[in-house]
């Protein structure tokens, strides 16, 4: 497809041919019970929801909302994944958990990991094999280095969304934006200067599933006001698919993406965040 970053990327062939390589570690996103049906072979199934994310109460700004990191390492080396694994993620909801467990592990210092194309649709779709045994893994010793410069707090987004260098793009759903469909939250709105572009036009509707050609990414995001010269943050409702959008930018080639991870959860349910529907 040409993407300025395709390395972020597995393609089915590649994983077939390196799907016994034990320095290279599938996981499967999906429910328990979608793993235990059917998954691709030597895949380890993510025994955690919601979404590798801390269930926090909302309104309290502690910087992130993402897993600790000490739950994260244990999480990782029950899965088999070290510092130096090759992993690759997939799942059967159009890359929403994939690209979030990509970026974890990008916050968490491991860049060696790779979004499945297409995911379980694709793998389906073109008869590549499967299998209801799962996969248990050696342990194995992950370390986790947080990298500050991938995510946002609310008081980093309240001093950047005004600035003009700066754009903020808001990855929900119309009627999210719109202000019709609370999701819970206090308040109704998105932050002021952001731009609207929903998550799931990034990935084709055809059986496959597969991401849109680079061209056609590109002309959504201009269309729809951004450039990829300036910092952009991107958030949602509660930073799963806020994530996919980063994901979908850096494949792009964009330099300088980070996540508000706390997004509207934390956003719209405090008092000193300003919220807009103009």
């Known amino acids: 497809m040409n993407y300025p970053r395709a390395e972020l990327l597995a393609e089915p062939d590649w994983l077939m041919e390196h799907r016994d390589d034990p320095n290279v570690r599938i996981i499967d996103c999906a429910t328990l019970e979608a793993y235990r049906r059917a998954h691709i072979p030597g895949a380890v199934q993510l025994p955690t929801h919601y979404y590798i ?46 690209s ?4 974890v592990l990008k916050y968490y210092g491991h860049t060696n990991a790779k979004v499945l194309d297409g995911g379980w649709h694709r793998w389906l779709t073109e008869g590549r094999p499967v299998t209801f045994h799962a996969t248990r893994p050696e342990p194995a010793t992950f370390t986790a ?15 950047m969304h005004t600035d003009t260098n700066c754009q903020v793009l808001d990855a929900r759903t119309d009627a999210e934006w719109d202000g019709e469909n609370a999701r819970g939250n206090k308040r109704v709105g998105r932050v002021p ?7 799931l036009n990034f990935v084709a509707k055809d059986d496959r599933r597969q991401f849109l ?18 910092a952009t943050i991107t958030y949602c409702q509660g930073g ?18 980070r996540v508000y991870d706390g997004s509207m959860r934390d956003w719209a349910n405090r008092d000193d965040t300003p919220l807009t529907l103009e």
Not at 76 to 89: A, F, Q
Not at 100 to 103: D, G, K, P, V
Not at 193 to 199: D, F, P
């Open 145 to 159: 280095r947080p990298n500050p410069a991938v995510i946002v707090s609310a008081q980093d987004l309240k001093e």
């Open 193 to 199: 200067g952001a731009k609207h572009l929903e998550w």
């Open 100 to 103: 979030r467990l990509w970026w």
């Open 53 to 98: 994310k801390e269930n926090g109460p909302p309104g309290e700004d502690h910087g992130t909302f993402v897993m600790p990191p000490d739950q994260f390492e244990q999480l990782m080396s029950k899965l088999g994944v070290s510092n130096d694994t090759t992993v690759v993620t997939y799942d059967d909801n159009n890359a929403l958990v994939a």
């Open 240 to 257: 799963i698919r806020a994530a996919h959008a980063a994901f979908v930018l850096e494949l792009l080639g964009w330099d300088n993406v």
């Open 213 to 230: 050609p680079r061209e056609d990414l590109e002309r959504m995001a201009t269309e729809a006001g951004f450039t990829p010269d300036k």
